[in-house]
């Protein structure tokens, strides 16, 4: 038997009901922040991921998968959705376009050698955006706002906003120094890893999920310190915003971030919820003005964030989130061999019609098919047998109510249609100009 790889899953037809459900929704609020869907390859060349998120990145030092084509070029599963999407705006020359800001958003699978754990996989999905072309801190409050807008959508509560900023490249310079400076006498008492990333890139130590605990490293100085006035008022702005906006934040003076292209404002999104486990962060993102011309794209900012789907799914579990319920309006019960032609022909007439239809291919009794029925969740059941071919009639039953009428078999689809636009009492959405139901609990 072969097992499917280490740190992946399948998703099965209940769940995909579920994730459905989630990106509908993701893409509803998608469209209300007029953000704008893009799709990128899943595999790049390895290059623009060491150059675009950065070699001394965990990411790319130790998790990618890449592998070498027959045609000997390094290729790269992508690891995260920012850098393709940067590529494909500066190959494509988004740029140029007739807007001045390009809003995109994806989703896909991403890929990273990580120790898998609850909420870590080797192939997880992410939903994420980016906005193009402007350095207004209005956009670093939208594109967080969009976040949490996401997140009432699906109705998810107990999520904290945690934001930081790390300034511009000046600023974030002055601060790699003053923590260099902290940092150098005590290096023993730093992982091996961190020693590294004391020499590649110093601030990746604040984010190191073994020494960041430690007294040393909560005592070591802020990005917040260091922010130089452009930074500062940048920051004040983005507060500001968020403010007027009434979305909740706290300031959060540890936080970096992993990648290594981020500038100015740093955020994610952590839920409380104990079905999330130890991988409590839904969502990160941030600031990015140098990104898309250090992939030889002109001097255009940035930003964005990504949400990983598996997570948003686990938080989703807490609200006992089920998806869209699983139904048929017909289910068409053909009784014995000479009646198939026919009735292959009437379940492909409500197919064409849009009707969600199935049928019986194993030759089951009656008992059989009507609790197949039942479990498609099929709100009619026709019968189509002997008698009914002989005097070109169809009998079908009402799942919801009992009823039982015999019509001509060429009724079939339009009696279901009709019986279908019925309002349905609990009355709500009612469209009825006099309906009784509606009227009486308008009383009530
Ligand atoms: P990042 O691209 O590392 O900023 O991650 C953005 C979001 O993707 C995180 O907040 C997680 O929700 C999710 N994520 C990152 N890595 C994984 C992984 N290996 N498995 C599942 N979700 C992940």
Not at 170 to 183: G, M, P
Not at 224 to 241: G, W
Not at 324 to 347: F, R, W
Request: hydrophobic share 35%; glycine share 6%; charged share 30%.
């Amino acid at each position: 038997m072969i097992q499917k790889p280490k740190g992946t899953y399948d998703l099965l037809p209940e769940d995909t009901n579920k994730w459905q459900a989630m990106e509908k929704t993701i893409r509803n609020v998608s469209k209300i922040y007029n953000y704008k869907e893009i799709r990128t390859p899943i595999f790049e060349k390895t290059e623009l991921f060491h150059r675009g998120v950065g070699e001394s990145t965990d990411i790319v030092s130790k998790e990618t998968y890449d592998f070498i084509d027959r045609g000997n070029r390094s290729n790269t599963l992508r690891p995260e959705g920012t850098a393709p999407v940067v590529r494909s705006y500066i190959e494509n020359k988004i740029y140029a376009d007739k807007f001045p800001v390009t809003k995109l958003y994806y989703m896909g699978s991403m890929f990273r050698y990580e120790r898998p754990q609850k909420g870590r996989y080797r192939q997880f999905a992410q939903f994420g955006a980016e906005a193009f072309g402007s350095t207004s801190p209005l956009l670093d409050a939208e594109i967080i706002s969009y976040a949490v807008s996401v997140l009432k959508a699906l109705k998810i509560k107990d999520v904290k906003v945690h934001l930081n900023s790390i300034g511009d490249a000046e600023s974030k310079e002055a601060y790699k120094l003053a923590l260099v400076d902290y940092l150098k006498d005590d290096l023993d008492s730093l992982c091996h890893d961190c020693n590294t990333r004391f020499k590649t890139n110093p601030m990746r130590i604040l984010d190191c999920k073994i020494d960041s605990k430690s007294d040393f490293l909560q005592n070591a100085p802020k990005p917040l310190e260091y922010l130089n006035e452009a930074s500062k008022n940048h920051f004040a702005d983005v507060i500001k915003f968020l403010d007027a906006m009434d979305i909740a934040y706290v300031i959060d003076e540890s936080l970096v971030r992993g990648l290594d292209y981020y500038t100015h404002t740093v955020f994610e999104v952590k839920a409380n919820l104990e079905t999330l486990g130890a991988q409590n962060t839904i969502c990160g993102g941030g600031r990015y003005n140098t990104l898309v011309s250090s992939l030889g794209g002109p001097d255009i900012p940035g930003v964005g964030f990504a949400f990983g789907l598996e997570r948003l799914m686990f938080a989703l579990d807490s609200i006992n989130f089920k998806g869209d319920p699983s139904y048929l309006h017909l289910y068409l019960m053909v009784l014995g061999e000479k009646q198939k032609e026919d009735g292959i022909a009437i379940l492909n007439r409500c197919r064409l019609g849009g009707l969600f239809s199935d049928i019986d291919y194993m030759d089951k009794n009656m008992k059989g098919q009507f609790k197949l029925a039942g479990n498609f969740n099929a709100r009619f059941v026709a019968i189509y047998g002997e008698a009914e071919k002989a005097d070109g009639t169809i009998n079908i039953k009402d799942q919801d109510n009992g009823t039982e009428v015999t019509i001509s078999k060429e009724q079939l689809y339009n009696h279901i249609v009709q019986e279908l636009m019925k309002p349905s009492h609990s009355c709500e959405g009612c469209s009825e100009d006099s309906c009784d139901t509606c009227d009486e609990e308008e009383e009530n």
